[in-house]
């Protein structure tokens, strides 16, 4: 590990001018303008130099008094002023640092030392490092040269070594860094917010004699045996493994990851965490979270973290590279959040929580740690929504009015009646488009809501108004969808405009007609381009963008959705969604935009009739789907993501399309589509699925969220257990389009009858919006979202986004505190304002 042992050049700099301002007898000369004057830059450099804040902020107050001193008080002033100093920095004083002198715990005056937090000892390594011999040390000493260079100005706040590059670790070279990347690590100071998956508590360690059925444990054993069980004709495989503590003996059984079976050796021993299940009268547990035991655990660290790895990166290799680097840098992480806030909402520090967060003294100080790390994600979250808010309603929005006569004559050219949910998200879209301001609205709309037709309906206004409208979708096949849709809403016999007043701009795209996409979007002959990413390819340039629609809004980044904004001059925003968000999420994420939420159903709406199988009768289901394809319909057999490892879920999809092409269904046509293909393969695909070139498409979840197969009336779901129920809710969404009663079939890893209920959940509602709110309460908050919608909730890691009385409390504290100060100049307030920006640098969130 490091050890900053020459001073810091800021400190250097300080006493370069203190000494000249001695010489000039403390006539405050020594810097043109008064020694104030080199707070300007003074500070950000100290920051870089990882100077503690408390140094900084007594350098700041004194400086800033100081003009107003007498020449004695200045004296007096500037040797106090070093003298404090010298406590944090020793190496400030006459005498060098020496070599085992441990950095000092930084203290904020106002803390006093009881309040310290004690994570601010000096960090355990500085034993160690006593003990190393010179060589090491020599290499150290370079150290905080290579971290200057990496430093950025972003991490100003914070020690300039929270920038430095992994390779600066012992033990990690250009490989391991590259593992670690791809975990998202590039930095020390990523490695301190990459946070355990979880944790093993060995304080919870029982003997398996006492196990009780229901109970959540962590077992200790060696492995008896290992067996692995080939089942249904090899389509399935069970590795089951007793293992033994000397109280009694367990088995313990895992499900389709045949991979294992080299993991496990008899005679070594493992521990497994999960919940005690019963087969036979006897108590077994079914695919726990399993580890090979590291004994010196046992004994000296009770809490174990683990976290999430890669090729390459063992668990053991990644836990003792973060103990170094949690142990020395965590104390040091300047903590911007101001002592009051703090206080108010019981927080622990910041160097404390990600100290604890790593490496747990005991479950309560996990839990603290947590959630003054929740508290910051939704804090700054909160505080960027306020903000952006404010932005928007501070700039002015190009008012669109339409008469009641001429909006009654567009929906009496719909097909159909609008629901009342439509009527009122059309009502709010009308308002805004005439408020003055710009829109920037929300519509929260379940699968099949029809937000469609309000999105073009919306656009229509604005086009009426000789303005243009631009509608994103996250792929060509929705864009396409949309173009036909909009083109027969608006441009049919009914409509007012030509056909060739909306286009379509996709990826493939011709070469000419791109060409003449853009001149008419430069001239503003054309109306409506509705697209995918190509629409926000630079050289496509509007004449007057008034009007810009996201559909799948999580689909998109903020970047991408600042880019087609960008396109005009403060247009009207429109996003949809068809994911139920609960209050409390949406509160935090999308507090900056009006929401409309669409939760009625157009009338006619064949329900979707659901049904969970067990998994032995799988039979059953592929004799259903038969009967289907019989009848000239499709069906869906989705695979679930298993492990978040799309490289699994992939082999999952593909091993069974073989036999499923091969010896379920030989005389069917079968297509594939899995997250590993080309956007443009996987493109074809639904086109050819859609176009009824196959009769079953196999697929992961990458089916399109909102692609309408009308003529697919079945869905399998295998695996279903794995999925959060508004993601099942999601994936059911893709049947069930057309005018045809629709069925969806759910197939459970393995049989467990508490799985049973919550899936039979899907039986009882359609209702997204219901069983998400369901599905919050069963599973917990880390299941909601599911993997394939996490990008939504990107930047929380800690933060659960159903701990409404946190949110609450980081939403009171960020709403106060914007009050006070929405724009964080106050000088208390710099560090703050630093953290904040390097939040939103950082976030890849979907905020618009
Ligand atoms: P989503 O909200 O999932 O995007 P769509 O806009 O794709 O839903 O609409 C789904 C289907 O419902 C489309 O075929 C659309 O024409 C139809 N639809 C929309 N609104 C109504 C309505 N009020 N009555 C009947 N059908 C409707
Ligand atoms: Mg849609």
Request: aromatic content about 6%; proline content about 5%; overall charge neutral.
């Amino acid at each position: 590990m490091i050890k900053l042992t020459i001073m810091q050049p800021s400190l250097e700099k300080l006493r370069k001018f203190f000494r000249l301002e001695h010489e000039n007898k403390y006539e405050n000369t020594a810097i043109i303008g008064g020694l104030a004057r080199m707070l300007d830059y003074w500070e950000g450099e100290a920051r870089a130099d990882g100077v503690t804040e408390d140094v900084i902020q007594a350098v700041v107050s004194r400086l800033r008094a100081y003009e107003k001193l007498s020449p004695t008080g200045r004296a007096d002033s500037l040797k106090g002023l070093w003298k404090r100093i010298g406590e944090t920095y020793p190496e400030a004083g006459q005498k060098p640092r020496t070599q085992n002198q441990p950095p000092r715990p930084a203290r904020s005056d106002a803390d006093g030392e009881t309040n310290a937090p004690e994570v601010n000892q000096a960090p355990p390594q500085n034993q160690n490092q006593q003990r190393q011999h010179p060589q090491q040390q020599q290499k150290q000493k370079q150290a905080p040269q290579r971290f200057e260079s990496a430093t950025s100005a972003k991490h100003s706040q914070t020690p300039a070594a929270l920038g430095a590059q992994l390779t600066v670790l012992q033990g990690v070279g250009p490989k391991s860094a590259e593992s670690l990347e791809r975990l998202g690590m590039k930095t020390l100071g990523d490695m301190l917010y990459y946070f355990p998956r979880r944790y093993e508590d060995y304080t919870l360690l029982k003997p398996i004699q006492s196990l009780m059925y229901g109970d959540v444990v962590t077992v200790l054993g060696t492995i008896q045996s290992v067996h692995n069980r080939p089942v249904r004709g090899g389509k399935m495989n069970i590795i089951e493994v007793v293992i033994a503590d000397g109280t009694g003996s367990m088995r313990v059984t895992f499900f389709n990851q045949p991979w294992l079976l080299n993991r496990f050796k008899v005679g070594d021993a493992i521990s497994v965490s999960g919940k005690i299940d019963q087969y036979l009268g006897r108590i077994v547990m079914n695919s726990p979270d399993w580890e090979s035991v590291e004994m010196e655990n046992l004994h000296t660290n009770r809490i174990v973290p683990i976290y999430p790895l890669t090729e390459r990166i063992t668990q053991k290799w990644l836990r003792n590279q973060m103990k170094q680097v949690v142990a020395f840098w965590a104390p040091a992480v300047v903590d911007a959040l101001p002592d009051t806030i703090k206080r108010e909402a019981g927080l622990v520090s910041l160097g404390e929580a990600l100290t604890q967060a790593h490496f747990p003294d005991s479950q309560e100080k996990k839990d603290r740690a947590r959630q003054r790390l929740a508290f910051d994600e939704i804090f700054y979250l909160q505080m960027g929504v306020l903000r952006q808010k404010r932005d928007w309603q501070n700039v002015d929005g190009k008012r669109f009015a339409v008469s009641d006569g001429w909006l009654d004559a567009r929906l009496l050219a719909l097909p159909f009646t609008l629901t009342s949910a439509q009527q009122s998200a059309l009502t709010d879209i009308r308002g805004d488009l005439d408020s003055g301001k710009p829109m920037n609205r929300l519509v929260q709309g379940d699968v099949g809501s029809g937000k469609t037709v309000i999105a073009a309906l919306g656009a229509s206004m604005v086009v009426s108004n000789g303005a243009q409208a631009a509608i994103m979708a996250p792929t060509s096949i929705l864009a396409e969808q949309h173009y036909r849709n909009f083109t027969s809403l608006l441009a049919g016999e009914n409509g007012f405009l030509q056909s060739d007043e909306i286009r379509l701009l996709v990826g493939n795209t011709s070469g000419s007609e791109k060409e003449a996409i853009r001149a008419g979007l430069a001239d503003g002959s054309i109306k409506i381009v509705i697209g995918t990413h190509a629409v926000i390819e630079p050289d496509v340039q509007f004449k007057e963008l008034q009007f810009v629609v996201i559909d799948e809004q999580h689909r998109f980044g903020v970047e991408q959705r600042a880019e087609l904004r960008s396109k005009g001059t403060n247009p009207h925003l429109l996003v949809m969604t068809a994911t139920p968000i609960p209050r409390s999420l949406a509160l935090t994420m999308f507090g900056d935009l009006d929401i409309s939420v669409m939760n009625v159903m157009p009338v006619g709406r064949q329900p979707i009739a659901t049904h969970v199988l067990r998994p032995q009768e799988r039979e059953r289901a592929y004799t259903m789907i038969r009967a289907q394809v019989r009848q000239g319909n499709q069906a869906f057999i989705v695979y679930p993501l298993i492990d978040e490892s799309e490289k699994i879920n992939v082999r999952a999809a593909v091993d069974d399309f073989e036999t499923l092409s091969k010896q379920v269904f030989p005389d069917l046509k079968l297509a594939l589509l899995h997250g590993r293909m080309k956007p443009a393969e996987k493109d074809e695909a639904m086109l050819k699925f859609r176009d009824r070139e196959f009769d079953i498409l196999v697929s992961t979840t990458v089916i399109e969220v909102g692609v309408d197969v009308p003529n697919s009336t079945l869905m399998l779901i295998e695996g279903a257990d794995r999925f959060g129920l508004a993601q099942l809710h999601q994936l059911r969404g893709r049947v069930g389009r057309g005018s045809v009663a629709s069925t969806c079939l759910l197939i459970p890893t393995h049989e467990d009858a508490a799985e049973n209920d919550r899936l039979q959940a899907m039986s009882t509602t359609n209702d997204g919006f219901e069983l998400a709110d369901l599905d919050l309460k069963l599973r917990g908050p880390g299941e909601f979202l599911g993997t394939r919608q996490a990008g939504f909730a990107s930047s929380l890691k800690m933060a659960s986004i159903t701990d409404v009385a946190l949110i609450e409390k980081a939403r009171e504290q960020a709403k106060s505190l914007f009050e006070r100060d929405p724009e964080l100049s106050q000088p208390e307030h710099s560090l703050l304002a630093e953290a904040f920006e390097r939040f939103w640098k950082g976030t890849s969130s979907d905020l618009s």
